[in-house]
């Protein structure tokens, strides 16, 4: 066996061969850090005395199908310089691991492409290992991510786990990176946060978010002077559900018959946009009877469609005037759900206008929150919520490659 080739297969070109064994369908090379090894670990002088040595077996990179073994002796030294006395460092293996850095290269690089349960299973390792691996990368790459440069941000929470147990998260809209991770839902969650940004001095252009009122009052505590975008996704949403309950109302009105019949699996027709109905299903023809059986389900439905408009104006000028006049029109519509969303929309009517002068949405946010669903199924949910946040924040680089 060549030093070479200890060279190129494993990154060893300061170790000596010395000899392989095969043992157990595994390979177990033994290895002699060279004299440029024994050094200070503190100082890196070359002045030291040896003080014994500890005989220490590392997993490394595989051969094929066959796991492989590093069996090195690590020599303790006293150093004349400094007075330390340490083993030496050998370069390839970080502290207190069992395997080298290498190894943990070649596992990042497999969890590019396959769960860290397979991988696990491939190298003939414990799971725990390989996570520890992926979660050690993880930390440092994304538990202090910078926040100076941030210039539209969007913030939402996700639900995680039964039991209404969510979190909250921060996107830079600009990379698609999770930025933060608080436990919780509301502006309590935000806190460390807005710690943050402090002491970043990044200066935020705008931030997109829902209507929700503890967002929008920690936004405006912590972020005074800076517009608020209501995303025109959960406005729309929010639309979508009065339609939905004028729906279902007129739904439990109704007795028995064609009526209710025509009423039933409607929803999603009334909630579809009009271009995206299918032809061969004859939605449309059933559109037009659900419509045609209620003069408010009608004008709601209508009013849903009106509503989109709001952020296809020619300015914000134009965009105000249709706004207010689609509340004017829903106020005095008299219909419950309708007279609601009216109330919302005048209370939320700057956060909307802030549209035209801040193009901004949650769409890379409800990308991400996707994302993170299809994350928990596969691993069928985390015990280790440190873990779960670290891969959350990492998540916007899932398709590429994960380099040690």
Known sequence: MSTSFLFHAFGLKNFSYVRQA??????VFTVHPKPKL????DCDSFNVIKRGSIERQLRTVPVGFKPVWLKVRVPRVECKAC????????????????YTKGFARFVLTLARMMPLKDIAILL?????LVKDIFKRWLNHRFS?????NLKYISIDEISVRKGHTYVTLVLDLKSGAVV?????KGGDALDPFWERIKRSGANIDAVATDMSPAYIGAVLENLPGVPLVFDKFHVVKLMNDKLTDIRRGLHRELKDGLEKDVLKGSRWILLKNPENLREKHNEQERLKEALQLNEPLATAYYMKEDLRQIWGQSDKVAGAEFLDDWIARASASKIG??????????????GILAWYDHPISSGKMEGTNNKIKTMKRQAYGYRDQEFFRLRIMGIHEAKYALTG
């Open 22 to 27: 095969f043992v157990d369908g595994g390979i």
């Open 38 to 41: 024994i050094r200070c670990p």
């Open 83 to 98: 007075g330390c006395i340490r083993r030496i460092n050998l370069g390839i293996v970080d502290q207190r691991r069992s």
């Open 124 to 128: 003939g390792v414990g799971w725990d």
């Open 144 to 148: 202090r991510p910078k926040l100076k």
């Open 180 to 184: 933060f991770v608080g436990e919780g």
């Open 337 to 350: 759900p309708l007279m609601t969303m009216a109330r919302t929309m005048a209370a939320c009517r700057f």
